[in-house]
């Protein structure tokens, strides 16, 4: 029963505290410089260089199978104790944000700490409530960064170990495998380079979904992925976290029969306007032999590891006249062949991971992070949907990498406790899973606290402490504007069967009548506009000492973009009555305040980095050994956002701005032009009495990613000027 292994949870937190109770007292010099040393000290030098000798990490033996921490010490003399060094991590950032009123995140953090570390009134001790803390989408290295390069790297998996996380989706250096593998099955290497898409399209790639756009890849950018991939899952291994590495399950490039005579191979249809990949018949010796080299080549490059993802037949792939159960069995047994105690991972979403599959293989070597279980209000028992398989509890939070705030926090605070303690549950992780990360550090805190508490979190004093933590002291307008946020963006749930925040609309394609601009996103707003608009003076008013970390810089401009954003959802449905009504005076009113929230949301994004197209296409672009390789990677990198790919993928697939974002570049490059384009075409229609003239939309996209100008990679203007300008602008 899970009730009764949650009550040992408890207790062994308890006896986590006992555990070092006299080893606190007068740690020994020596020792504490040995320990230094170690995975946990070095990353605390990165993080902060200037306290790295105030913490001692030791480890600690799990209690009954689980991670656990434990933080005593004094003023300057700081003890973690841990199972792993990235367990100690998570240790000492809760400790950085009960004590210490500090927060390090993927997006802002707040470090103003005294120069002398504060003791710890109590002994702090957590014991993981779940043994799978997993980390990433498969879309994760597109709509993330596909370019960037160790120094984001290294950064990212730190803050990852300071929430908590111990296993980590690692799809970067599959392209080599693969091209390594086909090059041992009837290949050269040109053809198969050609078959492998440029860095922003290969998650889709590896799920089975479409390849070659992007490339061809050269063998520079294959070698030097590769390097970066090895950085990556030493570096895990090296904190106690897992790699999560792709298996294989059937994926062919073009005329594999035709090399391999014999061979059954299913044609596996169309994708979103893309072609997809053939896929082996896993039942084949072809199979065995293509698998046997791919697990080889990739233990050879990155090693072993415990977990495995694949996902046949994903997102509408046919099986053709091959059994399902029959074709899971034989992936599984070619995978056990190579690594034998290794977990398959499967993606629960859509109609994905089929019964057929998890009736066919060994439930208790089989782990599933569910991407649904916060979207519909219909998935209450994940039991009887996977027969008792282990697995995760996991939010998707935003799709294509969009910019919007937003996250169903009340479905994780209620869920979350219930599914876990329920009886026989197997819910045994959980699955940070947003298709872009590096956004919402709240929900990211949240959702990561989730495997680290004995109960279901109180969200109003929890979102009382985050604006503490995240600025560095209590604040009247801090707490007021996080109340808010908690009750509009981060107050949602899905009962209204979404899991994101819906997109604005500066960044559809023109349309009067749009109400997203991704086709798959949330037709309209998913709280109230004017409560949330109320955030942005309350966090204008927060003390100006509190106004130098980049945490509160950080959120300032998301809630100013975040309003003005949603100032699109009020405005085109006026303007389109305008339009309609033949008010050729409120029709240029209302569409010149459109495009003045447009000039000033493009103020607002390029007062930061991480907002700046500039700076995604120039980080391809460093990727490119050549010109024709520059230009090559950044139109990779470009298209992903805006056309995502050829005009049968951006228009029949419905394809084009899945990726949209309010960034610098985006807003007053692309989003501008085509607004300006549609209302200089209504506006000649009105004054001539003819129907508009046609435009078509993706010649005009297209032309735009291939010729855009150079746009800033360095960010320029203050936020806190800027937002005070909207704010008076929007009569706040």
Not at 163 to 183: I, K, W
Not at 374 to 387: A, L
Not at 708 to 732: C, M, N, Q
């Amino acid at each position: 029963m899970r009730l009764s292994r949650r009550t040992l949870l408890s207790s062994l937190a308890g006896s986590a505290l006992a555990v070092g109770a006299g080893s606190e007292a007068g740690h020994a010099a020596g020792a504490a410089a040995a320990a230094t040393r170690g995975p946990a000290a070095r990353a605390l030098a990165r993080l902060l260089p200037d306290h790295r000798d105030q913490v001692t990490f030791r480890t600690v033996a799990r209690t009954a199978g689980h991670d656990r921490f434990r933080v005593t010490g004094g003023p300057g003399d700081i003890l973690v104790e841990g199972t792993t060094p990235a367990v100690q991590l998570t240790g000492f950032h809760t400790y950085l944000r009960q004590v210490a009123q500090a927060h390090i995140s993927w997006a802002g953090e707040q470090a103003r700490l005294p120069r002398r570390l504060p003791g710890v009134p109590a002994p702090i001790g957590r014991t993981a409530n779940v043994t799978h803390r997993f980390a990433f989408n498969d879309t994760n290295d597109g709509y993330t960064g596909p370019y960037h390069d160790w120094s984001y790297w290294e950064r990212e998996l730190d803050v990852l170990a300071l929430h908590g996380y111990n296993e980590v989706l690692v799809y970067l250096g599959a392209d080599t495998v693969y091209h390594r593998t086909f090059l041992h099955h009837g290949y050269h290497d040109a053809e198969l380079r050609t078959w492998i898409p440029g860095p922003a399209h290969q998650p889709w790639w590896l799920l089975q979904n479409m390849s070659g756009f992007g490339g061809p890849v050269s063998t520079q950018l294959l070698d030097q992925r590769a390097e970066l991939t090895v950085r990556i899952v030493d570096r895990l291994r090296e904190l106690g976290m897992t790699p999560v590495l792709p298996g294989y399950f059937g994926t062919l490039p073009p005329g594999f029969a035709a090399r391999n005579p014999g061979a059954h191979v299913v044609p596996q249809g169309v994708w979103g306007g893309f072609p997809r990949p053939d896929w082996l018949d896993p039942r084949s010796d072809h199979f065995r032999r293509v698998a046997a080299t791919f697990y080889r080549v990739q233990a050879e490059l990155l090693g072993a590891t415990t977990l495995y993802k694949m996902d046949l037949l994903h997102e509408g792939g046919t099986p053709g006249d091959v059994p399902i159960g029959e074709a899971a069995r034989a992936v599984e047994k070619a995978l056990r062949t190579a690594h034998p105690g290794a977990i398959w991972t499967l993606l629960g979403w859509q109609h994905n991971p089929h019964r057929e599959i998890i009736e066919a293989v060994d439930k208790t070597r089989l782990f599933v992070v569910d991407g649904l279980s916060d979207h519909y209000p219909s998935v209450t028992d994940r039991e009887e949907s996977w027969q008792g398989t282990p697995y995760a509890f996991g939010s998707i939070w935003n799709f294509g990498g969009h910019t919007a705030m937003g996250a169903n926090t009340p479905d994780w605070a209620s869920l979350y406790e219930s599914w876990l303690t329920k009886p026989d549950s197997a819910l045994d992780g959980i699955a940070l899973m947003p298709e872009g990360a590096d956004n919402n550090p709240a929900a990211f805190a949240l959702f990561s606290d989730l495997a680290w508490t004995d109960e279901a979190p109180d969200l109003e004093d929890w979102f009382e402490q985050w604006s503490c933590q995240r600025y560095g002291a209590r604040d009247e307008g801090a707490e007021q504007a996080w109340d808010i946020l908690r009750r509009t963006a981060y107050g949602t749930t899905r009962e209204d069967s979404w899991s994101e925040a819906a997109d604005g609309l500066f960044g559809a394609r023109p349309d009067l009548s749009a109400t997203s601009a991704g086709f798959w996103s949330p037709p309209r707003l998913r709280y109230d506009a004017e409560e949330f608009a109320q955030a942005l003076p309350a966090l204008l008013a927060v003390s100006p000492a509190l106004r130098t970390s980049s945490a509160y810089r950080y959120d300032l401009l998301d809630v100013t973009r975040q309003t003005l954003s949603n100032e699109s959802r009020r405005l085109l449905p006026r303007i389109r009555a305008a339009y309609e009504a033949k008010d050729e005076e409120r029709f240029a009113r209302l569409t010149g305040e459109w495009m003045r929230d447009l000039a000033l949301l493009e103020r607002v994004v390029a007062t930061d980095r991480r907002h700046l197209l500039g700076r995604w296409i120039a980080d391809a672009r460093s990727w490119g050994a050549s010109p024709p390789e520059r230009d090559r990677l950044a139109h990779d990198a470009l298209s992903l956002l805006t056309v995502w790919g050829p005009r049968a993928a951006a228009n029949g697939g419905t394809l084009r701005d899945y990726a949209n974002r309010e960034w610098s570049g985006l807003v007053g490059g692309l989003y501008t032009l085509r607004w300006r384009t549609c209302f200089a075409t209504l506006t000649t229609a009105l004054a001539s009495g003819r129907p508009p003239a046609a435009v078509d939309w993706y010649a005009l996209e297209d032309t735009w990613v291939r010729t855009h100008p150079v746009y800033p990679v360095e960010p320029r203007g203050d936020i806190v000027k800027v937002a005070g300008e909207v704010r008076d602008a929007l009569g706040l």
